[in-house]
Every structure is written in structure tokens, then in C-alpha cells.
């Protein structure tokens, strides 16, 4: 019962808000939802002082069905929203989530500064190696001969991205994988994820049934990684780039400070700030 | 929770009653997804197991009633999203799913939860945990019976049964 | 040779342009005429004048040819004029690049070091030539330097005391010790003693006019400090010019206030920080210039919609992609007014002058918050990199009507529709009031909705609190009578109204209407300051004409109109509108 919380004061349950989803039935996006609210109520965290912020897509759909504080922003820009709402009130707890499209393609700068920044938060994004919401074309993480979206007759011929190792050579602080096909265990992750000290990234395998049904088997060939976390940023970049992508669990745990200015004012009127402009 | 061993009858409690809530709360999950993707007869099946799962839950609480049941966290259960046991998963769903693949969802969740309590009743050295696992385990087992005579009432899903001749909408 | 039409500085006779004297230093790689024009502009001020310096260089980072700008006066200045009293060289390569800028005639002066060739261009524009010799008397002293010397030439010809020119070298120069500051000052005396022994030079003399406390400030730092005035203690912003300065001086200081700058990725990631920041409930703004502000429109969009109150500074510069960075247009206007997609009213203000960068961005702020909204400050490279000698601004305190709430309340909903049109807006933290913003269009809740009903009520909701707001007397400068009118913005005011104090100092009125407000429009007001006139003359600093278009869109405007649309990299000076004014029927 390692990291247990006595008697967390809300259910899971009550971190949602209401608003019935609009994914599709079936969709990994709902497995993930549970375990955010899983997560949240382990860490006994209160809803209004957790803001989730997300991108566009259907995993960025996600804020409107939780009862914290929320930011659905536009494509891609989930990580600066957040960024800028951690700099200025570094009180709350801040996530951000995403699928794939949104946050390695069209918000791929983002994922690398935020990585390097380090600013405390944690970052969630859903894969399914697909645009779900646009109809299913080929994403960064898409396999190369993946071929059923029509703007990419007979697949992408282009490798894929491995988020991880780009998050680790980015600087992210926190590097795990977690499934929507282990809600439980995903629950476990997100705790270590959003206790640890600065930029923590989560990539959520979460699959689309719609335009990837194969990702259906994505159950089999989860299993959780035969390793321990590491804290050396060399054992574990050996250890990303053999990965195969399903296996699960905390891969890396960096120890650097996370970023995060001091919020305190040292004059006692503004008229201080005019004495460089006087003559 | 299937290979666990119980250490006293308020921890089976607590995990009786995460099990069957959050079962409660799938149904109500299920029948809402149904509504939207405008599936009545799905989400109608789905509201009327939530209520008979949440009376269910009420039995277990009552029993809980003036004992401290201790919190487990998530990961102490070991549930599978894919498959039904003991809690149905997310995917198991399917915007035009019959009302005899309803069933069949609860069925598999009732056959697992019977399953799980069999297992804690052989396991168990402790008298009144056997005693309260076998009555789960029976009450579960009725459960499910009742729900596979209620699946006779429909007809078994023709091939192709998920076939849509529209395409997915195009969104944001 | 001391009557008043000798003498540029003696004070004005009648209302009229402000007497004053323009000087030109030029000087190439580490010459050092920037930090010697910055030494007569707050030697200057020390001495209770009023001034501007204005920078202008070649495109090399080091090493390329350079010319300080600048216009003293005993009155507030707010434009160059094109005419040049003083040109002085301390090297003359390249020179006759600054032609366009620099005008000279007969009553001009041309110093250069001995020995020295004047580009044709220049000598051929007239006025009195004569050498000094700056970079012997330079040698001569241990550490001196040719700009010293120069700057002490010059404050003798214009009657500079020598106790401004210490205080200000003293000042400046605390850094670098003693030593650097005697080399200095042996310099500017030799200068001085040099200059006095010249004959015949017209003595540029004034009185010390004023001892009131004078700020030396540029439009950039100004608007960093209306910025911190009105509120802001969250930028996030990714350098550009002529937008950096605007950062360098909020970087340090709102850590003094308890704020912080960070420095972006990119402008697509700044408006995006600022939307969190100020989702956060701490008010948010960010500096750029042309390419940044393309960058960031989808997002202003974002704000608009999710009603979440941010502040961008654009300070133009020419146009379009990277165009000329270094120097000052008023092109960016038709994308700052129509660049967002979809319906979105939000705000446009532009400042009128270096000191209104203050008070504009100080006004914007408060305009943002008080309306929950995008608000766009179109600032240009002249306001903000020009440096002037004023009067320290008024504080002004607006009375913010934000509406957000810290407390938790009755059945909030974040985009209820009400009158105003300004929905409560609950901070994080706040219990009981969470919502989730969003960009897609939602219900009064924040449910995202593609339903006709939302739409319209939120449509109409977003215009309404624009519409209703009253923005008081501080829409426009509205100056003057008579049947013919000025219609301009921006930088190009400073111009408008010179030229238009130099018609009335010749019995001719001319109407001023500088608009500070572009956004939303304002046609009644804008019908009222133009009652009763029967030509208008439209001036802008841009290609396209765009404010002319603009008022023919939003506006009905009397009688005759005419378009002086003027593209960068020049400056419109005074004599430019006049000159047109006086062109249009024989005015
Ligand atoms: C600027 C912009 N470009 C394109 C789109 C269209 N668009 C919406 S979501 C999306 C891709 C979503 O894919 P992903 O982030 O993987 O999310 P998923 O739907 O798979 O969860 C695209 C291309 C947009 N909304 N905005
Ligand atoms: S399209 Fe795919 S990702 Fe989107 S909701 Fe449906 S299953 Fe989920
Ligand atoms: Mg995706």
C-alpha cells in the first residue's frame, strides 16, 4: 500500500463534473479521465486549487469533465497556458494533457521548452498514434506504413518520434509511460508524477477505436517495465531507446530544481521603479 | 484484487464496495455514453443495472455500518480496462452495442466478481471473512443468472452488427 | 545676430512650433555619437530643457555608420524637424546614407575634423562648413576621446553650462571610476575652449527655462511602465526589435514588484504564458513587433473567446515578413484591427507620443481587465526607441471593474449573459467556482456548444461590453477649430501638430483630431469632433493607406477627404503636412 493516503477526503467521483463526454464509447481517453481523478483524490488535492489545461482534440476534451479549474486553449499551445499559469501562482497544482498531434507535432517546440524549463507540473499526453479528432491522419507517432488515412496514401514512409527520449534529452524531470488499459496503474504514475518536483511527463497510451481498432490489442503487449526508476540520466537514455513503447511504469526520475521565480515584491511604492528616468 | 489474501473482514468490506461503486459508477457511465451516441436501448439497460448495482452497494454498506473500513489505493486492485472482471472496463463499450451485448458485459462482471469471491472463500483461514465471501460469492452468482435469463429476452447480435455506412464526423 | 530669427532657441513670440534646435552627430564604427548625443540630450535636461534623441544606423551590429538625432527646446518636442541646425562628423564614411533624414540649407552648420571630406550629398545642401580638430585635441589627453571633444564644441555653440554636462557625464559614467570620468571631462573642456574661439557662429543660446523634475525616457520604457502601473506582473514575451527594450526594462523591474518575465520559445508560446497567467488572475502582457503580433493572432482569438483579459504591445516597424526592423511604419494597423479569425471585437489603442506610451498601455491594461478581453497597443519603432526629455507623467489611478471574484458565489456561471456583458470571472482557487475556459464557443457555463442560440447570445455578449463601455475623453486628442481637420493617429501626431501650430502661428486654424482609441470605433464621437468641417486631410505612416480605408469603413465623415498615407522608412515631419495642408486649395 506504498504512497497510500490515510482517508483521501473526496472520492474519485467527485472530481468529475457532470458534462457527459463526447468520445466515442470505448475510447482509452475515458480509462484516462478515471485515473486523473483517481490520482487527484490519493493526493487528497481540493478540486479548486488544481487547474487542468489542455490543447484541441479529443484527449484535450479533457478539463470540461473534471470540477477543477480548466483551460481548453487551440492546438497545441496546452504547455505555455500552463506555463504561464505555474510561473504566476505557483500554488496551484497544475496538469496538462493532450494526444499526440497536439502536443509532438503542432506543440512539439512547446514539449521541448517545457522539458528544458522545468516548471513544476505534469504533463499527460494520450497516445493513439492518430488525429482522432479530425478523422484519423497520421500523427508524429504513427507508424511508417500505417495506411488507411487518405493524406498519406500507403503510410507516412517517415519514422516515428519517441517522445521519451526527446523528453529526456529535453531535461523533463519525470519520465514514465502508463495505459488506459491499467487504469489503476495509470492512477499510480499520475501520483508520482504530479508529487514529483518539477516538469513530469506522462506518455498514456490511449487507444482510438475508431481509427485505430488494432490499438484494441495494445492490452496484450502493455507489461510494466522489469526496471526501477532511474535517477542517471544515462542509464535511462539507454534504456528509452530500447524501448518498445508498451513497457509501463516510472522510467526516469531526474533530481533537478525546478524552475520557478520568486514572487516578491522589495519596493514599497512604484514610484521607486521612476528613479532611472529622472534626471 | 484476485491473488490477494484478505486480512479481516473490513478489508474485504472496503474492497467490496470499491469493486461494486465503481462498478455503479461504469453503468452510469455507460448508459450516459449511450444516451449520447443516441443508443436508448443500450442506455436504458445500462441505467437499470446502475440501480440494481447501487441497491447491491447499499447491502454492503449497511454491513459496513459502525466499522472502520481501511482505504486501499487504486493500485491495489488489478483490474484490466479491456476484460470484465469484477468491474467492466471502458472498452468494453461500443456506441452500437445490442442489448444483448449489455448483458453480456454484466454477465462476464458478475461471473468475475463470483469467481473472485470463490477464490477468497478457499483462500481464507479466517472464519468470518469465509462466511461473508461465500455470501458475495452466492448473491453474485444469483446475480448473474438472473441477468442470463434476462438475456434470452433478446436476439443473439447478427454478423455485422457494428457496420455504420456514414463515416466519423470531422471535428475541430 | 541675437534677434529671435537668428536665434532657434530665443522662446516663441506667438503661439506657434516650438523654437527649437536640431542637431546631427554622425560617426561610424565606435565613434561614439550615440553616447555623446545621449550626453547632450541629459546634459540638456540638467539644464531645464526639453528635448529628443532619435537614433539612426546602418544595418552592421558593430562598425557601421551611425547618426544621433536630436531636437532641444525650452517647450515639450514630440517630432524632428526635417531641417537640421548643426550636422557635426566625427568621421564622415557612409555618411551620405542619413541624406534623406538630415536636411540642410544655407543658415545650416557642417563641423568635421580637420582634414576630413564631405560627401557631395551633404555639401551640396548648403550651409556653412568649418573643421575642428577633434581627434587631435583627442590625443592630446590621456583616455580623450573625439566624441567627448565634439559633445564640448557642441554644448558651447548651444550655451550648455558646463556644470550640466558634468553632472550628467558624472552620472553616467559612476561605473567606470574617476579616471574615465577626468578623460571625459578634459575632452568636452578642449571642446569647449575649441568651439568659443570660432567666429562668426550664431549663438544657439536659451535660458535655462524651468528647474521642475525632467524624465529622460523613451516610448519603450514608458510603455513598461504604464504597464506596471496599470497592474501587469506577468509578461512572457520573445525578443524582437524594436519591441526588446520595452522587455529589458520590465525584465528587472517587475521582479522589483513581485512580477516576472519569461522569455519564450516564441511568440506563439508568450500569448499563450500570458492566457495562463492571466487565467491565473494575475494581469498579463507581452512586447513584440510585426512578425510576432502574425504569430500570435490565433491565440489573441483564444483570449477574445474565452474572454480572458491579455495586453499586446506591438511597436511597429516597416512591413511586410521581417521588412525594415530598425526603422518606424504604421503598416500593422489593418492586422491588429482584422487579422483574428471569426467575430472577435476586442481592443486597438495606439499611443500619441513618447509620454502617451505611458499613459496607453496604462490604459489598455485597465481596458483589458475591466473587459475581459484582447488589447492590442500599436506603438511604433520611432515612440519607442526615441528618447525624450518630459515632464514626469500624472499617476493615474483607473478604477478597475474586472469583476473577478476570489470568493465563492451563487450559482456562478462564468459566461452568463447579463447586461454589461462582463461575466463574473472566478480566480483558481476560488471554491466553488470552477469552470473550464474555452476558445470553442460554449453556454453561459462554459459548455462548449455549436448551438445557433449560444452563438448569437455569446456574439452578441462579447461586442456589448465593448459597445457599452464609455471610454471617456481619453478616445482621442481632439484640439482646435475651423472648417479644415487633421485626422491621424499614432506617431505621425507629433508631425500633425507642429505643422498645424506652425499654420496657426500664420493666422490659419486647423482642426486636430488624433484617435488614441481605433477600436472599437467610435462614429459619434468622431461626428462630433469633426462638426462643422468641410475637409479633412487623413495622415499615416504607411503604404496602404490603411486608417484611411479604416475611417471610410466605420465612419461618416464630412465633407471633402484627402489621403496623405506615407510609407516608412522616413519620418513624416512637420513640414511634410504642412506643406500638403497649405498645397490643398491654397490654404
Ligand atoms: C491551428 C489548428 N490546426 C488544425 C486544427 C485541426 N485539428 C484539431 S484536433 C487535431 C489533431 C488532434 O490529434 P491529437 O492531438 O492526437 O488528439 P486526438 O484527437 O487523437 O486525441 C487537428 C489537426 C486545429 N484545431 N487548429
Ligand atoms: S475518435 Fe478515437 S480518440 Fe477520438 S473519441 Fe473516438 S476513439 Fe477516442
Ligand atoms: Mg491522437
Redesign the interface.
Known amino acids: 500500500m506504498e504512497n497510500a493516503n490515510s482517508c483521501p477526503s473526496l472520492k474519485p467521483n467527485e472530481y468529475k463534473s457532470g458534462t457527459k463526454p463526447v468520445w466515442c464509447p470505448g475510447c482509452g481517453d475515458y480509462s484516462v479521465l478515471l485515473s486523473i481523478t483517481k490520482a487527484m483524490s490519493e493526493l487528497n488535492l481540493e478540486p479548486e486549487n488544481v487547474a487542468l489545461v489542455s490543447g484541441i482534440g479529443c484527449s484535450s476534451r479533457l478539463p470540461a469533465y473534471l470540477n477543477v479549474y480548466g483551460f481548453h486553449a487551440v492546438h497545441g499551445r496546452a504547455l505555455p497556458v500552463a506555463t504561464g499559469l505555474k510561473v504566476s501562482r505557483p500554488d496551484l497544482t497544475v496538469l496538462a494533457a493532450g494526444g499526440d498531434g497536439d502536443g509532438f507535432s503542432i506543440g512539439g517546440n512547446h514539449f521541448m521548452h517545457a522539458c528544458r524549463r522545468n516548471v513544476d507540473m505534469t504533463y499527460i499526453v494520450m497516445d493513439n498514434q492518430v488525429y482522432g479528432m479530425t478523422k484519423g491522419q497520421a500523427s508524429p507517432t504513427t507508424d511508417p506504413d500505417w495506411d488507411k488515412s487518405k493524406l498519406t496514401p500507403g503510410g507516412t514512409k517517415i519514422n516515428p518520434y519517441y517522445p521519451l527520449v526527446i523528453a529526456l534529452a529535453s531535461g523533463a524531470n519525470f519520465i514514465a509511460r502508463a495505459s488506459s488499459t491499467d487504469p489503476n496503474g495509470a492512477a499510480k504514475v499520475l501520483v508520482d508524477a504530479i508529487r514529483h518536483p518539477g516538469f513530469s511527463f506522462v506518455h498514456m497510451l490511449s487507444p482510438c477505436v475508431t481509427f485505430r481498432p488494432e490499438q484494441k490489442e495494445w492490452k496484450k503487449m502493455v507489461r510494466p517495465a522489469p526496471v526501477e526508476p532511474t535517477t542517471d540520466a544515462a542509464v535511462a537514455a539507454k534504456r528509452l531507446m530500447t524501448d518498445d513503447n508498451f513497457f509501463l511504469g516510472t522510467l526516469y526520475k531526474g533530481n533537478r530544481p525546478a524552475y520557478q521565480p520568486e514572487l516578491k515584491s522589495t519596493v514599497e511604492h512604484l514610484s521607486e521603479l521612476e528613479q532611472g528616468f529622472i534626471l | 484484487m484476485t491473488a490477494l489474501r484478505i486480512a479481516n473482514k473490513p478489508e474485504l468490506l472496503a474492497r467490496t464496495l470499491t469493486m461494486l461503486s465503481e462498478t455503479v459508477e461504469r453503468y452510469d457511465l455507460f448508459a450516459d455514453q449511450m444516451e449520447v451516441v443516441n443508443n436508448p436501448q443500450a442506455a436504458e439497460i445500462f441505467r437499470w443495472l446502475e440501480q440494481k448495482q447501487r441497491e447491491r452497494t447499499q447491502v454492503v454498506q449497511d454491513l459496513s455500518e459502525g466499522l472502520a473500513l481501511p482505504h486501499i489505493p487504486p493500485w491495489d486492485y488489478h483490474w484490466d480496462d479491456a476484460i470484465n472482471i469484477e468491474v467492466p472496463g471502458h472498452a468494453s463499450a461500443h456506441y452500437m452495442m445490442t442489448p444483448y451485448h449489455t448483458l453480456t458485459l454484466a454477465i462476464d462482471v458478475e461471473q468475475g466478481a463470483a469467481d473472485l469471491f470463490d477464490n477468497i472463500e478457499r483462500d481464507t483461514e479466517l472464519p468470518e471473512v469465509r462466511k461473508l465471501a461465500h455470501g458475495f460469492a452466492r448473491e453474485a452468482n444469483a446475480f448473474c443468472d438472473y441477468l442470463k435469463q434476462k438475456r434470452e429476452q433478446y436476439p443473439l447480435p447478427q454478423a455485422g452488427w457494428d457496420e455504420d455506412e456514414d463515416p466519423p464526423q470531422f471535428l475541430e | 545676430m541675437n534677434d529671435s530669427a537668428s536665434n532657434p532657441l530665443a522662446p516663441p513670440q506667438s503661439k506657434g512650433a516650438p523654437r527649437s534646435l536640431s542637431i546631427a552627430m554622425l560617426g561610424s564604427g565606435g565613434s561614439g555619437v550615440m553616447t555623446a548625443g545621449q550626453q547632450l540630450l541629459?546634459a540638456a535636461?540638467?539644464a531645464g530643457w526639453y528635448g529628443m534623441m532619435t537614433r539612426s544606423s546602418g544595418p552592421q551590429i558593430r562598425g557601421g555608420e551611425a547618426a544621433a538625432l536630436l531636437r532641444l527646446s525650452p517647450q515639450p518636442v514630440e517630432t524632428h524637424k526635417g531641417r537640421f541646425d548643426i550636422l557635426l562628423a566625427i568621421d564622415w564614411l557612409n555618411a551620405d546614407r542619413f541624406v534623406g533624414e538630415i536636411t540642410l540649407d544655407s543658415n545650416s552648420v557642417v563641423i568635421g575634423d580637420v582634414g576630413g571630406k564631405v560627401p557631395e550629398a551633404i555639401s551640396a545642401m548648403g550651409g556653412r562648413y568649418m573643421e575642428l580638430p577633434l581627434s587631435e585635441l583627442a590625443k592630446g589627453i590621456s583616455g580623450g576621446r573625439p566624441n567627448m571633444v565634439a559633445l564640448g564644441a557642441l554644448a558651447q555653440l548651444i550655451g550648455l553650462p558646463l556644470e550640466a554636462l558634468e553632472k550628467?557625464l558624472t552620472k553616467s559614467l559612476a561605473k567606470k571610476g574617476e579616471a574615465a570620468i577626468e578623460a571625459s571631462m578634459a575632452g568636452v573642456r578642449a571642446g569647449i575652449e575649441q568651439a568659443s574661439a570660432i567666429p562668426d557662429i550664431p549663438p544657439f543660446r536659451i535660458d535655462a527655462n524651468s528647474q521642475r523634475?525632467?524624465?529622460?525616457?523613451t516610448g519603450n520604457?514608458a510603455a513598461g511602465?504604464g504597464a506596471?502601473?496599470g497592474g501587469v506582473?506577468?509578461v512572457?514575451a520573445y525578443p524582437i526589435t524594436p519591441g526588446t527594450e520595452v522587455l529589458e526594462w520590465l525584465a528587472p523591474?517587475l521582479?522589483?514588484?513581485?512580477?516576472?518575465l519569461?522569455q519564450?520559445?516564441?511568440e506563439?508560446?508568450?500569448?499563450?504564458?500570458?492566457?495562463?497567467?492571466?487565467?491565473?488572475?494575475?494581469p498579463?502582457l507581452t512586447a513584440t513587433s510585426g512578425p510576432g503580433l502574425a504569430l500570435m493572432i490565433?491565440?489573441i482569438?483564444?483570449a477574445v473567446a474565452?474572454e480572458t483579459p491579455v495586453v499586446i504591445v506591438d511597436v511597429m516597424r516597416g512591413g511586410p515578413s521581417t521588412g525594415i526592423p530598425t526603422k518606424s511604419e504604421q503598416s500593422d494597423l489593418n492586422i491588429a484591427l482584422y487579422g483574428l479569425h471569426g467575430d472577435a471585437p476586442h481592443i486597438v489603442v495606439a499611443p500619441m507620443s513618447i509620454g502617451d506610451c505611458l499613459f496607453t498601455t496604462q490604459w489598455a491594461t485597465h481596458l483589458a481587465e475591466t473587459l475581459q478581453t484582447a488589447a492590442i497597443v500599436l506603438s511604433d519603432q520611432s515612440l519607442g526607441q526615441t528618447r525624450a526629455?518630459i515632464d514626469?507623467p500624472a499617476d493615474i489611478a483607473f478604477v478597475s471593474g474586472g469583476r473577478k471574484i476570489t470568493r465563492q458565489a451563487e450559482d456562478f456561471r462564468r459566461y452568463v449573459v447579463n447586461e454589461s456583458g462582463v461575466s463574473p470571472m472566478s480566480i483558481?482557487?476560488?471554491?466553488?467556482?470552477?469552470?473550464?475556459?474555452?476558445?470553442?464557443e460554449h453556454s453561459p457555463t462554459?459548455?462548449?456548444s455549436s448551438r445557433a442560440e449560444d452563438h448569437i447570445q455569446q456574439l452578441n455578449k462579447r461586442k456589448r461590453k465593448l459597445d457599452r463601455f464609455d471610454y471617456g475623453s481619453h478616445w482621442a486628442k481632439v484640439e482646435g477649430e475651423g472648417d479644415i481637420a487633421v485626422l491621424t493617429w499614432g506617431s505621425s501626431t507629433g508631425p500633425v501638430s507642429e505643422a498645424i501650430d506652425m499654420l496657426a502661428a500664420e493666422g490659419r486654424k486647423v482642426r486636430l483630431v488624433s484617435m488614441r482609441l481605433l477600436l472599437p470605433a467610435q462614429p459619434e464621437r468622431l461626428a462630433a469632433a469633426l462638426a462643422g468641417v468641410t475637409r479633412t486631410l487623413v495622415v499615416e505612416q504607411c503604404h496602404g493607406a490603411q486608417f484611411y480605408h479604416y475611417l471610410r469603413a466605420h465612419y461618416d465623415l464630412p465633407g471633402e477627404l484627402r489621403s496623405m498615407a506615407v510609407p516608412g522608412p522616413l519620418m513624416i515631419r512637420p513640414d511634410d503636412v504642412y506643406s500638403e495642408l497649405k498645397a490643398w486649395e491654397h490654404l
Open positions: 541629459d535636461g540638467q550628467g523634475e525632467r524624465w529622460s525616457i520604457e511602465l506596471i502601473r506582473r506577468f512572457a523591474n521582479k522589483k514588484v513581485g512580477g516576472v519569461v519564450a520559445e516564441d506563439l508560446a508568450s500569448i499563450n504564458q500570458l492566457i495562463g497567467g492571466s487565467f491565473g488572475g494575475t498579463s490565433e491565440s482569438g483564444l474565452s526629455l514626469r483558481p482557487g476560488t471554491p466553488g467556482c470552477q469552470y473550464t475556459a474555452d476558445g470553442l462554459g459548455t462548449p
